[in-house]
């Protein structure tokens, strides 16, 4: 991410002209930090760096090597969980992946407004702007569905490959792979108040001939007044690269075809359902192509697993699901996890092979339950 010189730039533009001497900052998801210490050397007084994972301590050891320590406070938590002492005049977060519809990234950046954010402040990023197009991605295309199609004869594999064509996938597409225009699915603004969710109706034009095999999405971002950046594929390549929703085969575009696309992004639990539904017209009202596409179809769930989240489902834990229990009861702040790893390996013997695999366990969920 630091060495994407489109998108590091952009944001060491944006804290550079947006933070005056004597603010306060929120950086959320900091990872290494280097957006706090250029809110530091913007002139912050204060900076609040968020950020789950083990990496807060090299940001820790950055920010002293740097002279910030004083000047940087580090919360390693979930930024919905963190209660900060002071309300703050930025909020500096790069929490996407392929796009900003990641995980709960939306719901946290929300959270800190509501809860972080003073009178008058801003959010870097401002607002994202989902672009989508009609492309031709042959080689890509075949990576998804040759194996399926041609690589074991006389084997009928269509349900893997009814799977495949209905997932959303990772790509990285050039400006030459465009059949169509860019257009705007949506805009994601967080200084208002943007639903986890995403509905867009496209009307696509063909500007050339070719032979299309779905849609890319990517977006562009405004982080402060004119500074910003795009993950599209007119751009410099960046690190998100673009989101690809293949069609259920190709088809055969002429330069002036419309293209209509209705398209949906619905957030269920982290992750998001994509539905996609494509009409190409044909000639005399009729339709050259039509497929109506979901990221459900293309989830592998057995009918066991589904069962386990019926709203009727009695559950009764395994053995597996009784020794979590053991370990977590155990954490009661009177034994060590040697003592509590021992206890275990001794109960549950059929679920740690050894004293190693219950440590191991133990220490697991210590990490991520205990204070």
Same mark, same amino acid.
């Given at each position: 991410?630091?060495?994407?010189?489109?998108?590091?730039?952009?944001?060491?533009?944006?804290?550079?002209?947006?933070?005056?001497?004597?603010?306060?900052?929120?950086?959320?998801? !900091?990872?290494?930090?280097?957006?706090?210490?250029?809110?530091?050397?913007?002139?912050?007084?204060?900076?609040?760096?968020?950020?789950?994972?083990?990496?807060?301590?090299?940001?820790?050891?950055?920010?002293?090597?740097?002279?910030?320590?004083?000047?940087?406070?580090?919360?390693?938590?979930?930024?919905?969980?963190?209660?900060?002492?002071?309300?703050?005049?930025?909020?500096?977060?790069?929490?996407?992946?392929?796009?900003?519809?990641?995980?709960?990234?939306?719901?946290?950046?929300?959270?800190?407004?509501?809860?972080?954010?003073?009178?008058?402040?801003?959010?870097?990023?401002?607002?994202?702007?989902?672009?989508?197009?009609?492309?031709?991605?042959?080689?890509?295309?075949?990576?998804?569905?040759?194996?399926?199609?041609? !690589?074991? =004869?006389?084997?009928?594999?269509?349900?893997?490959?009814?799977?495949?064509?209905?997932?959303?996938?990772?790509?990285?597409?050039?400006?030459?792979?465009?059949?169509?225009?860019?257009?705007?699915? !949506?805009?994601?603004?967080?200084?208002?108040?943007?639903?986890?969710?995403?509905?867009?109706?496209?009307?696509?034009?063909?500007?050339?001939?070719?032979?299309?095999?779905?849609?890319?999405?990517?977006?562009?971002?405004?982080?402060?007044?004119?500074?910003?950046?795009?993950?599209?594929?007119?751009?410099?390549?960046?690190?998100?690269?673009?989101?690809?929703?293949?069609?259920?085969?190709?088809?055969?575009?002429?330069?002036?075809?419309?293209?209509?696309?209705?398209?949906?992004?619905?957030?269920?639990?982290?992750?998001?359902?994509?539905?996609?539904?494509?009409?190409?017209?044909?000639?005399?009202?009729?339709?050259?192509?039509?497929?109506?596409?979901?990221?459900?179809?293309?989830?592998?769930?057995?009918?066991?697993?589904?069962?386990?989240?019926?709203?009727?489902?009695?559950?009764?834990?395994?053995?597996?699901?009784?020794?979590?229990?053991?370990?977590?009861?155990?954490?009661?702040?009177?034994?060590?996890?040697?003592?509590?790893?021992?206890?275990?390996?001794?109960?549950? =013997?059929?679920?740690?092979?050894?004293?190693?695999?219950?440590?191991?366990?133990?220490?697991?969920?210590?990490?991520?339950?205990?204070?």
């Amino acid at each position: 991410m630091i060495g994407d010189s489109a998108r590091f730039n952009a944001y060491a533009n944006a804290i550079s002209r947006s933070v005056r001497a004597g603010d306060v900052v929120a950086e959320i998801g !900091c990872g290494p930090a280097l957006f706090s210490l250029l809110g530091c050397r913007a002139g912050a007084k204060c900076v609040y760096a968020i950020e789950t994972e083990d990496i807060i301590d090299v940001a820790r050891q950055i920010a002293a090597a740097n002279g910030f320590a004083d000047r940087i406070q580090f919360f390693q938590d979930d930024s919905r969980k963190v209660e900060l002492p002071e309300r703050v005049n930025a909020i500096v977060s790069d929490i996407r992946g392929v796009l900003p519809l990641f995980d709960g990234a939306l719901a946290s950046l929300q959270d800190a407004k509501k809860r972080f954010l003073a009178p008058n402040g801003i959010m870097i990023p401002r607002r994202d702007v989902l672009k989508a197009a009609i492309i031709e991605a042959e080689k890509a295309y075949l990576r998804l569905a040759s194996p399926w199609k041609t !690589c074991v =004869p006389q084997v009928e594999l269509a349900i893997p490959l009814q799977l495949a064509l209905n997932t959303a996938h990772s790509i990285t597409v050039n400006v030459e792979q465009l059949i169509s225009e860019p257009e705007e699915v !949506c805009t994601l603004d967080y200084m208002g108040n943007p639903g986890p969710d995403v509905l867009g109706k496209l009307a696509f034009r063909a500007k050339r001939n070719g032979t299309a095999h779905g849609i890319c999405l990517w977006f562009e971002t405004e982080l402060y007044q004119d500074i910003g950046f795009s993950s599209g594929p007119e751009s410099p390549v960046t690190i998100y690269g673009q989101l690809f929703l293949p069609w259920l085969e190709p088809v055969v575009i002429e330069e002036g075809q419309a293209i209509l696309v209705d398209l949906q992004a619905n957030q269920v639990g982290k992750d998001y359902l994509w539905r996609w539904e494509t009409e190409v017209p044909g000639a005399n009202g009729g339709k050259r192509a039509h497929f109506r596409q979901s990221s459900f179809v293309g989830a592998i769930v057995s009918s066991r697993t589904l069962r386990r989240h019926a709203t009727d489902h009695i559950p009764v834990l395994t053995a597996e699901g009784e020794a979590e229990r053991f370990l977590l009861e155990a954490m009661d702040g009177r034994a060590s996890l040697e003592e509590i790893a021992k206890n275990a390996a001794e109960r549950f =013997p059929k679920v740690y092979c050894s004293h190693e695999d219950a440590f191991e366990r133990a220490s697991e969920l210590a990490r991520k339950f205990s204070r």
